[in-house]
């Protein structure tokens, strides 16, 4: 048998070591995967703790200046809310949509056309948008639904988002 060279000795170490860290390479890489999966979830959860909730939702229709509860009357419906305190929330501009629905769960009044926020994961429409400063303690918020055809009588429902979240909802009916 022919003995082995100093060369291909050294040839074969060098391609132990070489195979030896591709595979702690691969397995590197799959940690920094492992840790970017984490990370992403991590942040998912803080953003979740930062989501805004409403409370004291209160609805007024008015005719003009006057407050109704006739459907053939309404011009503006006017949603009054207060932002729940959240520690985790950063003050600041948010992006509030309503939604205005009917008892049959259709959108009154025209869809915005700006920013769609997500219900289930899914973009909806929203009857108006509107940007709110937010700052812990804060006072009643008002949002105004103009109308530009005629209510019919019956349930409605309003939907609060913030930012795009889910934060709250209120009914009312009209005669």
């Given amino acids: 048998m022919k003995e082995k060279s100093e060369c291909e000795k ?16 691969v397995d590197l890489i799959k940690n920094i995967d492992d840790i970017k999966l984490e990370k992403e979830e991590l942040e ?18 008015f005719k003009a200046d006057k407050e109704t ?3 053939k009357d309404v011009t ?23 939604q205005l629905l009917d008892s049959k769960g259709n959108l009154v009044g025209v869809p915005e056309k700006k920013g769609k926020p997500k219900k289930n994961g899914v973009e ?5 948008e509107q940007k709110i400063e937010y700052k812990k303690n804060n006072p009643k918020n008002l949002v ?3 109308h530009d055809n005629k209510l ?3 349930k ?3 939907e609060i988002f913030v930012d795009g979240n889910f934060a709250g909802r209120s009914e009312f009916a009209l005669e």
């Fill in 10 to 25: 050294n040839l074969e170490a060098l391609t132990a070591s070489m195979q030896k860290a591709e595979s702690e390479k």
């Fill in 44 to 61: 998912k959860k803080l953003k979740a703790l930062e989501t805004l909730f409403v409370t004291n939702v209160r609805i007024e229709n």
């Fill in 69 to 71: 509860k006739k459907a």
């Fill in 76 to 98: 503006k419906t006017s949603v009054w809310f207060e932002f729940m305190d959240n520690p985790n929330a950063k003050p600041g501009a948010k992006i509030v949509h309503v």
């Fill in 124 to 128: 909806i429409e929203a009857s108006v």
């Fill in 144 to 146: 105004a639904i103009k």
């Fill in 152 to 154: 019919t009588p019956g």
């Fill in 156 to 158: 409605y429902k309003v």
